[in-house]
């Protein structure tokens, strides 16, 4: 069974930098598409980046385009985002989730494994 656990949330200042990581196991983790998600306050789950199996293609949600890289290590079975400058508005908890496919898509629907999320804090 395929489990993700996110780790390297906190509290930054805006215009700060975090790097969030997603550990994979249960499964070959090239096989799958890999994806981050937040959801803040009062908000609903929304895509944030996405990256295909071999990492070479990814998305990103016009909201973080130009400041978070979603990256991947497919020898360590690990999955990253790097979120530069940061705003108040990307607090949130963060979660990663994996898609038995290859592509990069921002469809909450096809993403089959879930990790429990990580929470980030953007103080203004």
């Known amino acids: 069974q395929v489990q993700l656990i996110e780790s390297g949330g906190g509290l930054v200042p805006t215009g700060g930098s975090l790097r969030v990581s997603c550990a994979f196991s249960?499964?070959?983790?090239?096989?799958?598409?890999m994806g981050w998600f937040r959801q803040g306050p009062g908000k609903e789950r929304g895509f944030v980046a996405g990256?295909?199996?071999?990492?070479?293609?990814?998305g990103y949600a016009d909201s973080v385009k130009g400041r978070f890289i979603i990256t991947r290590d497919n020898t360590k079975g690990t999955l990253y985002l790097q979120m530069n400058s940061l705003k108040p508005e990307d607090t949130a908890v963060y979660y990663c989730a994996a898609r038995n496919g290859p592509g990069v898509t921002s469809t909450i629907s096809t993403y089959n494994y879930w990790g429990q999320g990580t929470q980030v804090t953007v103080s203004s």
């Open positions: 990256i295909s199996h071999r990492g070479i293609s990814t």
């Open positions: 249960g499964g070959a983790f090239s096989d799958y598409g």
